[in-house]
């Protein structure tokens, strides 16, 4: 059973830079596109940015140039560095892989508040 768990989230001042990380075990993980998520409340869940197994990411318009994925296949770790943060980032980070690929359990996310 895949297990995955997010962490790094916060409260920080619009501008500021968090990072978060998602550990993932269980599962093969090197092999497949991964990507973070993200729910505000009483929003629908968007999906942020996503990473393929060779390295090549996408993301979404609202984060381009701010925020940066990357993984390290060796530690089954997602990575999201996010910078120049706003009030609308603020939202439940969650990871995990495509819906394409058929979601697997989803973690308990990381909270990330943008607030002065």
């Known amino acids: 059973q895949v297990q995955l768990v997010e962490s790094g989230g916060g409260l920080v001042q619009p501008g500021g830079s968090l990072r978060l990380s998602c550990a993932a075990s269980?599962?093969?993980?090197?092999?497949?596109?991964m990507a973070w998520y993200r729910q505000a409340p009483g929003k629908q869940r968007e999906l942020v940015a996503r990473?393929?197994?060779?390295?090549?990411?996408n993301y979404a318009d609202s984060v381009k140039g701010r925020f940066t994925i990357s993984r390290d296949n060796a530690k089954n770790t997602v990575y999201l560095q996010m910078d120049n943060l706003k009030p609308e980032d603020t939202a439940v980070y969650y990871c995990n892989r495509l819906r394409s690929l058929g979601y697997y359990p989803w973690g308990p996310g990381t909270q990330v508040t943008v607030a002065s």
């Open positions: 269980g599962s093969i993980f090197s092999i497949y596109t």
């Open positions: 990473i393929t197994s060779d390295g090549s990411t």
